[in-house]
């Protein structure tokens, strides 16, 4: 039973420079989450999608973030020109959830540090 | 407005007492309720969750929640703890299309 797995673990780059992280849900989970857990505070929410459909996306996720879920399998979190307010993990979450909108439990990977310099 | 509120950042307590982690919310419709545990260098793991039916609701590993709608909590509750439980715990409210909204969350040291 593989969990959801995120790669890079660990990225450190410089101020302005683009990086995309990667998000492996557990297989047969339809949903997926974006989260950003800064030092001392919880995970924030950024987006969700439903299959590859991106149905919300939080004010957090400025015009420099996008995410996409092509086929509805995995999922890729790409940051521009990034900022040194960008420092943080990112967090990605699967869950199994029905279309009824059954409130689901949301199982987490193990985050990808980023380091902006 | 900030939907979940961990009070104590910080709780130290000796092995084998008692801990309660506090949690208030803010919500004026259903709310479902949620404790996850990070333990050092690992993700979140869901510890126990509220949806509805009994207000008292426990872990395999003898946490234990209540809900309490007159009080807007859901606090966590061990009557013994363990070396082992040391960890940070976050509480978290789900609201609508799924998504969670986290506490800043409290880290519990057990000391020897």
Redesign the interface.
Known sequence: DT??SQNPRHKITKRGQNVTFRCDPISEHN?L?W?RQTL??????LT?FQNEAQ??KSRLLSDRFSAERPKGSFSTLEIQRTEQGDSAMY?C?S?N?ATS?R?????????TRLTVT | AQSVTQLDSQVPVFEEAPVELRCNYSSSVSVYLFWYVQYPNQGLQLLLKYLSGSTLVESINGFEAEFNKSQTSFHLRKPSVHISDTAEYFCAVMKGANNLFFGTGTRLTVIP
Request: aromatic letters at 22%.
């Open positions: 969990g959801v949903r989450y989260y001392g505070q919880g995970p924030e929410f969700y149905l919300e967090l979450a869950s959830g909108g409130r689901d439990e949301q199982y987490f990977g193990p985050g």
